[in-house]
């Protein structure tokens, strides 16, 4: 249950606690004010872990720390109790408090070492190189500089290859047989290649090959333990899909002598309708003569609109003009219109099955490529740093004994920017904190954020995950849960009138 936002309550230090508030509300001021109020409480700077999204986000929180850190070993007492009392320290505690508050700056500024305050990237390459070293992970190696310009360059050199090798099926040689002075043989990869150019065209496929490698951790996850990724992930597709794809559902149709009599009945009795009918009637009839596919075009177009039934069955020309043989006559078109609709579901079905099948091979193939350029190099990416992070905290052989340097260090763990967290991201910090848990830690966690603002889905950021924190931090930690609606940036009439318009698409 979302409760609107006590300061006091979200800022205490011995409770765990989450925070919806949207943008402008002060998220980052309750994330260092709760900083600052662990550290008054007790905590020792190197106890503070705090994650947000970028780097310049963790620079603001930094900078911020050290700010009010000034002010409380500065100003005079008037303003320091003021200070403390904007942050819901209470009344009574506030005089017993001032000498540590005023003592904060160069407890934080010499502790070695202070708090961390970092990304999630950063975070995990910290993990890696906490890891031990049986567990054979890359934690010295040196960070990709460019990524991009190396995915583009593994993928342009295998798509030349692809092409290389699809041409000699276009080139009519029997599969597996080159052409006399060919360098390379046919392959499924260059199959794939020709298949998917001329179904969603180079630019397409040039951008789902990019989704791909950009979601390479998800496929990672999914397929992980697999000998062949690409048949485990088709396996897991097929049951959803037709029974039969290899069927074909246009020459069943025109090979089943009832719906081509339907066929014929229905474009007859078109020609007693109205104008629109009758300019139908013809291009009907004339579907008879046509081979299977253009056939089938035909009637999606002239009895169907827009690949769907057409809203009105009959005018009341046609209705008037057919008298009694009106509900033959709409039996046999509803006939028509159910087997076109299971056509077009069919036909759906098989190009979904089709470009997976392509694109997954594909994808798969440049996924591998673009790592072993990596290995060469001696280099990782951020997303490599992601994964072997995530697969140590689940590694039943080393997450414990990191779970025990992570306690050992870090007491509080504060969330910034929680809505742009990926589902990985969320699995490796929910692992440590499982084990966190099972281990009678007293950790805190502060979590704060707005779903409204997840604007890096481009960077597999998912709003969800906010949700999904939420409840498991409410379960496990007993973290109550605050929003806040109101901002600072925005007059109060503007916030009075956006503020219904996202309650409903919340609702």
Not at 161 to 167: N, P, V, Y
Not at 348 to 377: C, E, F, M, S, V
Request: aromatic content about 6%.
């Amino acid at each position: 249950m979302t409760a609107f936002l006590d300061t006091a309550a979200a800022l205490d230090p011995a409770r765990s606690a989450v925070v919806e508030a949207c943008a402008g509300s002060g998220k980052t001021w309750l994330l260092v004010s709760r900083m600052l109020r662990l550290l008054l409480a007790g905590a020792a700077p190197s106890e503070l872990l705090a994650i947000t999204f970028t780097r310049k986000a963790a620079q603001e929180m930094t900078d911020r720390l050290h700010e009010w850190l000034r002010v409380l070993a500065l100003e005079d007492d008037v303003t320091v109790r003021t200070f403390l009392r904007a942050r819901a320290v209470p009344d009574d505690e506030i005089d017993a408090l001032l000498p540590r508050a005023r003592g904060l700056l160069e407890t934080v500024l010499t502790a070695q070492p202070g708090p961390t305050v970092t990304t999630f990237h950063g975070w995990f390459l910290d993990l890696l190189k906490r890891a031990p070293l049986e567990a054979g992970l890359p934690w010295g190696a040196p960070l990709l500089e460019r990524p991009r310009l190396l995915q583009d360059e593994v993928r342009d050199r295998l798509l030349a290859q692809w092409a290389a090798e699809g041409s000699l099926r276009s080139s009519g040689a029997p599969a597996g047989v080159p052409l006399a002075g060919a360098a390379a043989p046919e392959s499924s990869e260059g199959a794939a290649l020709l298949a998917l150019l001329a179904d969603i065209g180079e630019h397409n496929l040039r951008a789902l090959l990019k989704h791909f490698v950009d979601a390479r951790a998800e496929w990672w996850a999914y397929t992980d333990g697999q000998p062949d990724p690409v048949a485990y992930a088709l396996d897991q597709l097929r049951p959803g899909l037709h029974p039969d794809l290899d069927s074909d559902p246009v020459a069943a149709f025109w090979a089943d002598e009832l719906m081509v009599a339907r066929v014929k009945r229905v474009g007859f009795a078109l020609e007693k309708g109205s104008k629109s009918e009758l300019a139908r009637a013809p291009e009907i009839q004339r579907s008879l003569g046509l081979p299977p596919d253009d056939a089938h075009a035909a009637l999606m177009k002239h009895l169907m609109t827009a690949g769907k039934r057409r809203k009105k069955q009959a005018t009341k020309e046609l209705e008037k003009a057919l008298g009694a043989g009106l509900d033959a006559y709409l039996r046999d078109l509803d006939t028509l219109e159910t087997a076109l609709e299971a056509i077009t579901a069919i036909q759906t079905d098989q190009r979904i099955w089709t470009l997976n099948r392509h694109g997954l091979l594909l994808g798969h193939a440049l996924l591998a490529a673009y790592q072993d350029a990596k290995a060469q190099q001696g280099v990782i990416d951020f997303t490599d740093a992601e994964w072997q992070a995530c697969r140590l905290l689940a590694s039943e052989e080393h997450a414990p004994a990191l779970a025990l340097k992570l306690d050992a260090r870090y007491r509080h763990l504060l969330l910034d920017e929680f809505q742009d967290t990926n589902p990985l991201q969320w699995q490796a910090l929910s692992t440590w904190l499982l084990e966190a848990r099972g281990a009678d830690s007293d950790m805190t966690v502060f979590m704060v954020g707005d779903p409204k603002q997840a604007i890096y889905r481009f960077r597999r950021g998912e709003a969800r995950v906010f949700d999904a924190a939420a409840d498991f931090l409410h379960t496990h930690f007993g973290a109550a849960r605050f929003s806040t609606d109101m901002t600072r940036r925005l007059a109060p009439a503007v916030v009075a009138a956006i503020n219904p318009v996202f309650a409903d698409v919340a609702g």
